[in-house]
């Protein structure tokens, strides 16, 4: 893949891949000391030389700090945006896009697959202040034309969609969100911009948890927002400031350190997940397995289009119902039981008692019987085995 960038902050990245764009854009060697790392500066103000002298641009480090900087311009370049923005969590992020963007009267379409906290943020924060939402199967471009109003601000998308594994066309949706003069944001935390860029097909916003891949390694909490587009990205940046639910100094530096490594990550996240797919597809406890890698799965030929490979997440369903679920989830020994995903280490879950239970009873309700299974970069053999024994 070759990777768009603005150069506007590292002339010299142009026209570097994407595991290079993660190891040097925006990461200059340290102006002060030469260090090869960006260094975590813990740090609120910068002296000034007489009132208004800015030494490097820098004022207060709710307005800007130079950790958090790197970590925009290399956010920026890696989904081939102008603007990066960092962000204390992914709700954060999503929140200071829905307030910058929407105003009292105004409508979204969501997904009927989403993120559970991003539906509660609809839901139940967003709605009082005035917004209202519609639910839409966004893997169906028509059905999203048809939940269009004359009021709707923005489509909002997830794909691969949380815990479902639901693919929607990115490239289709933009065109309905253009023709309906409505922005397009693209929730890519499940895939990473290693695997796909919502911008260069037609997204306006794309939004990341970078508390799961970028970051890596389950030890941060964090969420960005990318555009290319410079007048959305300025009011962005001026209601990040604004709110100020910023990415702290070693916030943002550790998703930098997870940021180098994204590539060879997500490429045995995907091997290690297309096995374990394989598996569950042929065992006689498994009743369904959503993976778009599947050739059976109804996003397989999209998901081949969009993206560079099929993603490091396995949900399944399994014989004997709820309680048969919970103790699967219950006997894993590798795969830790916990929510997230993302991270080094396998974990499994168990999506309607765990991250979904706030969508309970709604339109985003999860079968009772479904396990999510976030796959780790272990050695496979070793997560087939723990697997099994699980499931017998
Ligand atoms: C985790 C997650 C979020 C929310 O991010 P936080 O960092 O937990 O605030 C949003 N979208 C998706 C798809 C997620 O997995």
Partial sequence: MSHQHSGQHDPGHHSEHFETLAIHAGQPADAGTGAVVTPIYQVSTYKQDGVGGLRGGYEYSRSANPTRSALERNLAALEGGSRGLAFASGLAAEDCLLRTVLSPGDHVVIPNDAYGGTFRLFAKVVERWG?????????????????VLPET??????????PLLG???????????????????????????????????????????????????????????????????????????????????????LVSRGLKTLAVRMDRHCANAERIAGMLAAHPKVTQVYYPGLPEHPGHEVAAKQMKAFGGMVSFRVEGGEQAAVAVCDRARLFTLGESLGGVESLIEHPGRMTHASVAGSDLEVPADLIRLSVGIEQVDDLLADLKQALD
């Fill in 153 to 162: 601000r923005l489509i909002w998308v997830e794909t691969p969609s949380n």
């Fill in 131 to 147: 917004v209202s939402w519609s639910v839409a199967d966004t893997s169906d471009p028509r059905a999203v034309r048809d939940a």
């Fill in 167 to 253: 693919i929607s066309d990115i490239t289709a949706l933009a065109s309905v969100a253009q023709q309906a003069g409505v922005r397009l944001v693209v929730d890519n935390t499940f895939a990473s911009p290693y695997l796909q860029q919502p911008l260069a097909l037609g997204a306006d916003v794309v939004v990341h948890s970078t508390t799961k891949y970028m970051g890596g390694h389950s030890d941060v909490v964090g969420g960005a927002l990318i555009t290319a587009d410079s007048a959305l990205g300025d009011e962005l940046a001026y209601h990040q400031n604004a709110m100020g639910a910023i990415a702290g100094p070693f916030d943002a530096w």
